[in-house]
């Protein structure tokens, strides 16, 4: 009978313990799918969401507040039939879940509609979970249409009418509390709030932060910025069953959608280890982006991704891979850059994942300062590695933010377009306040500014050497470092030095260091002048020697070359390019700090030959024999023009732009003189230009066009004998084949004497490169001028334009018919007009580029082709030797016109 009760006793304890067990387990499994704003229930996404005024033990509401509801709601979604049920507060309100332990997914769905006399523009709420604080002051609205301006500015056509907040969040105790403040005054919503268990393990405890040590995430609480499958559709939550995670298209976040080719392989994909099912699914390691069919430069940009990140906070990056290609190792071997920095190198897939079709992922986590609010993922090519390997790929893309001090809130408002703007009440209440305290001591402050003044100025007599002239600050001009929408900014990481902040473009020394390491700018240390100003060599504190450039403020360059040597060097690498360590802005101080080359510059290398007339002595041997020294020597003396010291010396873009013409010209006739033993040498071809150019400035030239077609002058150089002289360099260029000259004769006088007429004909032969295709061209144009109606000069011209805009290039004409949506006589701005042609996909998207190069640079050279050939007038040429603007004469907008409506281009309304 004992015996008996002691088998009773322990199946007893052993169905407690399998009991307790298993509720524990329910309890770390439980999903919470909640309907907020109603009592009934709603099948969404393939799962069952109970109203959260339906009555569960588990489920706790601390007030009924206001259940809203709207029949009209247009959103497509999954989530449509959810989102037409709200709860509306303006109180408190708490949502208080029992019976859960562990990590959760908590998903807050907002989907604003209007319902009675609330206006949800104006809400705004905070929310916390279990203390944490999950969002501030948060406005849904203008939250939808930041992210729509975003998706829009990036090229996409999608737009959205919700909003998710996705959160992971540990749990250690039994509750979970969710409580809705709304701001004073305000009011908030909610409608629908989702909690799904994570049973396997997402994170490890230890992540390496980039360029430094490992970050301990025990206990840190998480939120979801961004999800992205790469290279292939959109993943819908319910294809991604175990957690109902979406991943968007990665296309509206790249710098450029086509730098990298979309490939896919669905075959017999598995996880590189065991626990890794709960990750990502399949779906998203099936495509991705590579760059094995970019022809861009030699492969030399990167893939680029740019997000939209709140500043101060660190951020968890994690990347997935899966070689979908090779099946042996060593094909394809990349780099991995985060915010600029170098995040990996030698990175090889198959090495790592541990073959071909294996799931793999990389976690990195780096930090964004509180003065930047962007966030660059980069891929490129290991400049190591062989030609073959050079290759980048990527399947998937998430971006956590990690919370700091109890928090993952940030206060971002926007106003009705998704701008964003500062707290218009602080400002204004702080304005108020500074009027009264100027108005106050605003006497005592001029009188002070002009004391101050006089002695300064008197300082800076007295003493140059020790009290600098002023400075121009980047704080007062805007610098790359407060700009928010380039993202050129300081991620604030700590520097080994200690002193040193590191930032997106390299590393912000102290203005004592940079004394310390150049012995306070000792003349005898400097190695370099230019018009930005001197250059130090210098040995900072580890003994790297470095050479230190320091901004001249008497020089009319500074800022916008500080910034711009910044942008530049921060965003490209190659090993034949010179490193920028790091800057120092501190007291209106512009310095750039480089890695030092002890056998100096490349310009001044090839500047030493240049002076002493020798250039030839450095030429490739395999080129010896094969150039003309007469063009070597005019090349050279242009290109030691370019690099005076002092930028007014330096030649302008157009100046330069003439002189490789001419040295382009000079090499060709000596190529022909070699050739044909009969033909002339450079020099004499340089002869027979002047001679030429002497005996056309006797010839009479012809009527002003201004009188006989009632249009302006235009011209591509000073005059009309500019013109018929251009023609002249044409027929130099192409040696001056006594054919040729025959044949640009009998042209220009079908021209009737029209130097606009001629400049348009000049800028068709300009394309023709060999006597066969001046013969066909000569044939083309007298059979187009032959079917003209009309015999005045007027009607001629309208004949040569015609036949201009019939020789252009397919890819050009668009370019030019767009160019009729300007007003007469509009100074174009030509950066505007090259982003014009991309946004309406004038430039092919065939072009597959990476980094920061954008296709805007693709579509420059179209402007150059039509200026070259004279169709579009040259404007104003900037500091930068860019076309800054571009003109249409009066006649070729008639014809732009003309054509624009004929080809439907466009339609032009009556007022």
């Known amino acids: 009978m004992e015996k008996v009760q002691g088998w009773e006793v322990f199946a007893l304890m052993s169905l407690v313990i399998i009991s307790a067990f298993v509720t524990t387990v329910q309890a770390q499994s439980k999903s919470f799918l909640i309907n907020c704003g109603t ?49 509306f507060f303006t109180d408190s309100l708490n949502y208080t879940f029992k019976g859960i332990q562990g990590n959760y997914f908590v998903r807050l769905h907002f989907c604003p509609f209007s319902f009675g006399n609330y206006n949800v523009n104006e809400s705004a709420f905070d929310v916390v979970a279990n203390g944490l604080k999950l969002v501030s002051k948060f406005n849904v609205p203008s939250e939808i249409s930041h992210k729509n301006s975003n998706l829009q500015s990036s090229g996409s056509n999608s737009s959205s009418f919700f909003f998710i907040k996705e959160y992971i969040l540990p749990i250690n105790t039994d509750v979970l509390v969710v409580e809705f403040l709304p701001v004073r005054g305000s009011l908030g919503f909610i409608n629908a709030i989702e909690i799904v268990p994570i ?36 993943v819908k939550s319910n ?16 710098i450029t959608a086509n730098a990298g080719s979309e490939i896919s392989n669905s075959s017999n994909i598995t996880y590189a280890f ?36 709140d500043p101060d906070f660190e951020y968890l990056i994690r990347l997935h891979f899966c070689e979908l290609v090779f099946d042996v190792p060593k094909q394809r071997i990349f780099r991995i850059y985060i915010n600029n920095r170098t995040a990996a190198d030698n990175f090889e897939v198959f090495e790592r994942s541990g073959g071909l079709n294996k799931a793999y992922h990389q976690d990195y986590i780096d930090a964004v300062s509180s003065k930047t609010k962007t966030l660059w993922i980069q891929l490129g090519p290991e400049t190591a590695a062989g030609a073959a390997g050079t290759d980048a790929l990527l399947n998937g893309l998430e971006i956590f933010k990690l919370s700091q001090s109890g928090s993952l809130a940030y206060v971002e408002p ?10 218009s009440k602080t400002k204004i209440l702080w304005v108020g306040i500074g009027a009264g305290v100027t108005s106050a001591v605003i006497l005592g402050v001029i009188i002070s500014f002009i004391y101050c003044f006089c002695r300064r100025q008197r300082e800076k007599l007295s003493d140059t050497k020790n009290n600098s002239p002023g400075w121009r600050p980047l704080f007062l001009n805007g610098s790359i470092l407060n700009n928010s929408a380039n993202g050129k900014r300081a991620t604030g990481s700590q520097y080994p030095y200690g002193s040193v902040a590191s930032t997106r473009v390299g590393k912000r020394f102290t203005l004592p260091e940079i004394c310390a390491a150049t012995n306070n700018f000792d003349d005898s240390l400097v190695i370099g002048v230019g018009g930005f100003g001197k250059v130090y060599k210098g040995e900072i ?17 500074g800022l916008a070359e500080f910034e711009t040597e910044i942008e530049m060097l921060s965003k490209l690498r190659h090993r034949h390019l010179v490193s920028m360590i790091g800057f120092c802005d501190e007291q209106n101080e512009m310095i750039l700090v480089y890695e030092y080359m002890a056998n100096g510059t490349l310009r001044k290398w090839a500047m030493g030959w240049q ?8 030429i490739d041997s395999h080129l010896k024999g094969n150039y003309s020294p007469e063009s070597l020597k005019k090349f050279g003396e242009i290109a030691e023009k370019c690099l005076a010291d002092e930028g007014k010396n330096r030649p302008t873009m157009g100046e330069v732009l003439w002189y490789l013409e001419y040295v382009l010209q000079l090499q060709e006739a000596w190529m022909y003189t070699n050739n044909a033993e009969n033909s002339f040498s450079s020099s004499q071809a340089l002869g027979v230009l002047e001679e030429a150019a002497a005996e056309k400035k006797q010839e009479p030239h012809s009527l002003d066009e201004e009188n006989n077609s009632g249009g302006k002058m235009i011209s591509c150089g000073t005059n009309p004998l500019q013109n018929l002289q251009t023609l002249v360099l044409f027929w130099i260029e192409f040696k001056i084949f006594k054919d040729m000259e025959k044949l640009g004769r009998e042209l220009v006088a079908r021209c009737v004497g029209l130097p606009l007429a001629i400049i348009v004909l000049g800028g068709l032969l300009a394309t023709k490169e060999t006597l066969d295709k001046w013969d066909i061209g000569h044939r083309n144009i007298k059979l187009h001028l ?12 309208h004949e040569v334009l015609a036949l201009s805009y019939f020789q252009l290039h397919y890819q050009l004409k668009p370019c030019f018919l767009y160019l009729s949506h300007f007003p007469e006589d509009f100074d174009i701005p030509t950066k505007k007009l090259v982003r014009l042609w991309v946004a309406k996909g004038f430039v092919p998207l065939k072009y597959e580029l990476e980094g920061d190069e954008m296709l805007e640079d693709y579509a420059e050279p179209y402007l150059v082709e039509l200026i070259n050939r004279c169709v579009v007038q040259m404007g104003v040429i900037g500091s930068n030797v860019w076309i800054k603007s571009c003109c249409l004469h009066d006649l070729k907008r008639d014809l732009c016109l003309s054509k624009a409506k004929q080809e439907n281009f466009l339609h032009i309304l009556s007022p």
């Open 239 to 254: 294809q991604d069953s175990n957690l109902w995670r979406t991943w968007e298209v990665d296309s509206s976040y790249m």
């Open 541 to 557: 504190e580890d003994g790297t020697l470095v050479a230190i450039k320091r901004s001249n403020p008497q020089s009319e360059q």
């Open 611 to 618: 002076r002493q007339r020798s250039l030839e002595t450095i």
């Open 414 to 423: 926007y106003d009705s377009t998704g701008n964003s703007v500062g707290n």
């Open 39 to 87: 009592n009934s229930s709603v099948n969404v996404d393939g799962r069952r969401w109970v109203g959260d005024l339906v009555h569960d033990g588990n489920l706790t509401l601390s007030s009924p507040s206001i259940a809203a509801s709207t029949a009209a709601l247009s959103d497509s979604s999954n989530f449509g039939p959810l989102y037409k049920t709200a709860r």
């Open 786 to 797: 032959g079917k003209g109606q009309g015999e005045g000069q007027q009607s001629r011209v």
């Open 274 to 309: 065991m626990n890794d099912s709960s990750v990502a699914p399949l779906l998203v390691y099936e495509t991705a982006r590579t760059m094995s069919n970019t022809g861009v430069l030699e492969k030399r940009f990167n893939m680029s991704w740019k997000f939209e990140v």
């Open 199 to 234: 049973v396997d393990k997402l994170f490890a405890d230890s992540i390496s932060r980039v360029g430094d040590n490992s970050v301990n995430l025990s206990g840190r609480s998480i939120q979801t910025m961004y999800r992205l499958n790469v290279g292939g559709s959109e």
